[in-house]
């Protein structure tokens, strides 16, 4: 009886969770609102700036923020028109002064962007538009609150395993990460180039600097870790996809630039 509970409740989880994505049309697991995701978004984002505004670490370049503003700029107005709702969204940019090569954006457009991925890959305009438009779509793709909802039923399904058997089963979330969480957030990571791609072409930047841009990416970091074990594809099947991905881009950009 136990074990019939635990699974219905899981199923009934997961059908209740169940949407269909605006923008993609992918069905994602849904537990959590836009509203509660956007305002843990808006306070983690107040956290991390504050932090890092306290240790002397966002950046008073005013060259470089005026530089990213302009281009993200550009990105939220196609990102409104790629999806409306998002419009609505408290935008904001913050250029943090640290080494790491990487980017974010949170639920509600709240984004960030390392001088050391600029720094570090030299990288150009088009570039830094191919970085913030891939972190934008994770946004618009609603890949936080997906990520925020297999947390909660994975963490969900451990409890209820624990009580049907009778043992601490939370030793094997790391398991259940590789069984279940890696495989969709690789997919989202190919979901957010894919449109990423698209949202900087729209924009008016040269979807052939992603393809440069996973090439710097690659030189800087090499293959990483195999990709089964990876939440993002390895960089030579990511730049192979971009490739392909080039040419139906090409019209948007170039419609763009006129």
Not at 124 to 142: P, T, Y
Not at 219 to 247: D, E, K, M, W, Y
């Amino acid at each position: 009886m136990k074990k019939l509970l635990a699974a219905t409740v899981l199923l009934a989880v997961g059908l209740t969770g169940c949407q269909t994505n605006p923008v993609s049309g992918r069905s994602q697991l849904v537990l959590v609102s836009e509203e509660q995701a956007q305002a843990s978004s808006a306070q983690a984002y107040a956290q991390t700036v504050n932090a890092a505004q306290q240790k002397g670490k966002l950046s008073t370049d005013a060259v470089l923020n005026a530089r990213v503003k302009r281009i993200t700029d550009r990105l939220i107005v196609q990102a409104g028109n790629m999806y409306p709702p998002s419009r609505g969204w408290k935008w904001s940019v913050a250029v943090i002064d640290e080494p790491t090569l990487n980017a974010w954006c949170m639920p509600g457009g709240k984004m960030a962007i390392y001088t050391g991925i600029i720094r570090k890959l030299n990288l150009s305009d088009d570039e830094i538009a191919q970085v913030m438009g891939h972190e934008i779509s994770h946004a618009l793709l609603g890949h936080g609150r997906e990520r925020m909802s297999r947390a909660i039923a994975m963490q969900g399904g451990m409890a209820l395993g624990s009580i049907v058997s009778g043992y601490d089963l939370s030793v094997l979330a790391p398991v259940a990460d590789v069984a279940l969480t890696l495989p969709n957030s690789r997919e989202n990571e190919s979901e957010a180039d894919r449109y990423g791609i698209e949202l900087a072409a729209r924009a008016g930047y040269d979807p052939h600097a992603a393809i440069r841009l996973w090439e710097k990416m690659s030189q800087a970091t090499g293959n990483g870790p195999p990709q089964f074990l990876s939440t993002h594809p390895a960089p030579s099947n990511r730049i192979q996809a971009l490739n392909a991905l080039v040419p139906k881009m090409m019209p948007i950009y170039e419609k763009a630039r006129n």
